[in-house]
T-cell receptor, first 112, second 112 residues
Framework: NAGVTQTPKFQVLKTGQSMTLQCAQDMNHNSMYWYRQDPGMGLRLIYYSASEGTTDKGEVPNGYNVSRLNKREFSLRLESAAPSQTSVYFC???????????FGSGTQLSVL | AQKITQTQPGMFVQEKEAVTLDCTYDTSDPSYGLFWYKQPSSGEMIFLIYQGSYDQQNATEGRYSLNFQKARKSANLVISASQLGDSAMYFCAMSLNYQLIWGAGTKLIIKP
């Protein structure tokens, strides 16, 4: 039972490079989310997708783009990475109502 | 403003004792949910317990219970009979309109 799968687990980028974080869930959830977690802080919502075909900005969307490729997959793209984007990124999914989020294992991203 | 506050950055508790982790929230919306998640040193986010704003009884899940005091806007997590494996970061979160608002977390260390 895979749940929410994120790739890669670790990534180091140079300033200005681009990359895409991949996320897939096998629980047939409608809603998917991307969060970032900085040291000493709770999670902050970057983008979410309430259902296939829709995406919305969260609290900290600047510098990111997302694609809800299908019901299973929700990717996060950094077009031009900046050191301020050094963080741990979590993908999550849920059924409508957000009674329980299922999280991926996280991606540790460092931008030098 | 919608906000979650966890006032205890860190706590030390003796093994087998009960522990209460504090969480207060602020919202004017009558419909919301309150969550607790555990994040061990390995980094994954583990769902512990959920309380809906209209639920009459306090939620319980095994050794975890949520002390929900709506008038005081508090949602404290109580862990009974603490174990060494309970050492982790604990996050309180509130759900509003597809978004989870997170507290900064409490680092709990269980002493043998």
């Amino acid at each position: 039972n895979a749940g929410v799968t994120q790739t890669p687990k670790f990534q180091v980028l140079k300033t200005g490079q681009s990359m895409t974080l991949q996320c897939a869930q096998d629980m047939n959830h409608n809603s998917m989310y991307w969060y970032r977690q900085d040291p000493g802080m709770g999670l902050r919502l970057i983008y979410y997708s309430a259902s296939e075909g829709t995406t919305d900005k969260g609290e900290v969307p600047n510098g990111y783009n997302v694609s809800r490729l299908n019901k299973r997959e929700f990717s996060l793209r950094l077009e031009s990475a900046a050191p301020s984007q050094t963080s741990v990124y979590f993908c999550a999914s849920s059924d409508p109502g957000v009674e329980k989020l299922f999280f991926g294992s996280g991606t540790q991203l460092s931008v030098l | 403003a919608q906000k979650i506050t966890q006032t205890q950055p860190g706590m030390f508790v003796q093994e087998k004792e009960a522990v209460t982790l504090d969480c207060t929230y602020d919202t004017s919306d009558p419909s919301y949910g309150l969550f607790w998640y555990k994040q061990p040193s390995s980094g994954e986010m583990i769902f512990l317990i959920y309380q809906g704003s209209y639920d009459q009884q306090n939620a319980t899940e095994g050794r975890y219970s949520l002390n929900f005091q709506k008038a005081r806007k508090s949602a404290n997590l109580v862990i009974s009979a603490s174990q060494l494996g309970d050492s982790a970061m604990y996050f309180c979160a509130m759900s509003l309109n597809y978004q989870l608002i997170w507290g900064a977390g409490t680092k709990l260390i269980i002493k043998p």
